[in-house]
């Protein structure tokens, strides 16, 4: 079966001025989730957008476009079960914040089946420290980027933990999805894409393209055309 690119555009490059404007353009974009980064001021430098933000924009669009939530926030459990009560079902954790809550998060994915939790790990974090997570995690965000700031450069090294990360799915038959976050654009997600990521996420390139549909619909062209196997 064909494999299908999905380009999940994140907020934080958004025009803010005009977020309704490009919220509908997500919408017309036909791409199926709206990437939602929560930054605390101290998990990471800057402070983003948390709750009050995601409520009128959920209520307002849920039905059109998912949402994806990622917590780069020091206690992360605490947003986890806030976001979900607010009725964000995919939401991912940062590795490097979760030692002190890992049982409380077991527990909390276990009562919560309709919950995608997501694992996400930074730059200097290595791939095989995630790994025995996988039961946990539904999926895997792999940071190409040092987290906290959109428009930086992708990480090259993120490809080999790409690759790594679908060795370990493909030879153990495992069905975690693979997501790279952080300086996506065509060139760097086609090569995310041959490493075997599953979903990108493309903040700058995707707001600053003057043709969005046009932009998605590139990535996920060079999939259906064969340029990707
Ligand atoms: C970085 C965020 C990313 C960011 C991506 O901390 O997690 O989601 O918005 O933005 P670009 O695509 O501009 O690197
Ligand atoms: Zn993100």
């Given at each position: ?64 476009i998912g949402f994806d939530v990622h ?90 933990k790409i690759a790594m990360l679908d ?6 038959a495992l069905s975690f999805e693979i ?51």
């Amino acid at each position: 079966m064909e494999k299908e690119a999905l380009i999940r555009p994140s907020l934080l490059a958004a025009d803010f001025l005009h977020l309704k404007k490009d919220m509908d353009g997500l919408v017309r974009s036909k791409t199926r989730f709206v990437h939602f980064d929560v930054m605390d001021g101290n998990f990471v430098e800057d402070i983003s957008f948390g709750e009050h933000l995601f409520l009128p924009l959920f209520e307002r669009y849920h039905k059109k476009i998912g949402f994806d939530v990622h917590l780069m926030v020091q206690n992360p459990l605490r947003h986890l079960e806030r976001f979900y009560a607010l009725g964000a079902r995919e939401i991912s954790v940062h590795y490097e914040t979760i030692s002190d809550c890992l049982p409380a998060l077991e527990r909390f994915k276990r009562a919560h089946e309709d919950l995608r939790l997501g694992i996400a790990f930074s730059p200097e974090t290595k791939t095989s420290l995630v790994m025995p997570l996988q039961s946990l995690a539904d999926f895997f965000l792999v940071m190409s980027v040092v987290p906290g700031k959109g428009g930086q450069s992708f990480i090259p090294e993120s490809l080999e933990k790409i690759a790594m990360l679908d060795y370990f799915r493909k030879s153990n038959a495992l069905s975690f999805e693979i997501m790279v976050d952080g300086g996506i654009n065509e060139r760097t997600g086609r090569e995310c894409l041959r490493k075997g990521a599953d979903i990108l996420i493309a903040g700058s390139s995707y707001f600053r393209s003057e043709d969005k549909e046009a932009f998605v619909d590139s990535l996920h062209r060079s999939l259906a055309d064969g340029t990707i196997e």
